[in-house]
């Protein structure tokens, strides 16, 4: 079983819709991590958190630390927007990732 | 501020051929250096790390290799390359093990 578990492996939307990325780990944290994976594989670091939530632009990420559980939300999603999003975990002196949401948004 | 840089962005190697990555982080010292690989379809898996010159852990035992020979500097190789080595390849680096952790832009590798 993986430490770091992303629901759902797939989400295809329609532009503007809200969208939600779960993501449950099975070990306590020091932070977590939302990275965004482009088609080129290039990745960018969305968001590092360890408690509450931060928003950046249309990007909010909240992060439950007793239920050990974060979620990614995007607002009024872009076709741009279309990307796989990773949910990390930092622990000890390594990150576990996990398998990504591949998100496809139709114009 | 602290940058981190990692090339080539793209590699197409013919099996059996030997490979060089490397990762350079700008603007800290004695940085945590880490290096993953993402195979096709699966998630990021943990490679090496170093903590310091000369220390390399490795976390799965396989055809590559790590050596850290400046404290800013990581460097991923393997003698022969297999086909199985083709996937993403993504170096990071962190001041504090578990926290922090800033990406390269990665290298896709493609062995043929």
């Known amino acids: 079983k993986n430490e770091v578990e992303q629901s759902p492996q797939n989400l295809t939307a329609q532009e503007g819709e809200f969208i939600t990325i779960n993501c449950s780990y099975s070990v306590g944290i020091s932070a977590l991590h939302w990275l965004q994976q482009h088609p080129g594989g290039g990745i960018v670091s969305l968001f590092m958190?360890?408690?509450g939530k931060k928003k950046h632009g249309r990007l909010i990420a909240t992060i439950n630390i007793q239920e050990k559980h974060s979620s990614l939300h995007i607002t009024a999603s872009h076709p741009r927007d279309s990307a796989v999003y990773i949910c990390a975990r930092g622990g000890d002196d390594k990150i576990i990732f996990g398998k990504g949401t591949r998100l496809h948004i139709l114009p | 501020s602290q940058t981190i840089h990692q090339w080539p962005a793209t590699l197409v190697q013919p099996v059996g051929s030997p490979l060089s990555l490397e990762c350079t982080v700008e603007g800290t010292s004695n940085p945590n250096l880490y290096w993953y690989r993402q195979a096709a379809g699966r998630g990021l898996q943990l490679l090496f790390y170093?903590?310091?010159?000369?220390?390399i852990s490795s976390e799965v035992p396989q055809n590559l290799s790590a050596s850290r020979p400046q404290d800013r500097q990581f460097i991923l190789s393997s003698k022969k390359l297999l086909l199985s080595d083709s996937g993403f390849y993504l170096c990071?680096?962190?001041?504090?093990?578990?926290?922090?952790?800033?990406f390269g832009s990665g290298t896709r590798l493609t062995v043929v």
């Open positions: 170093s903590v310091g010159i000369g220390q």
């Open positions: 958190l360890s408690s």
């Open positions: 990071a680096w962190s001041s504090t093990p578990g926290y922090g952790y800033t």
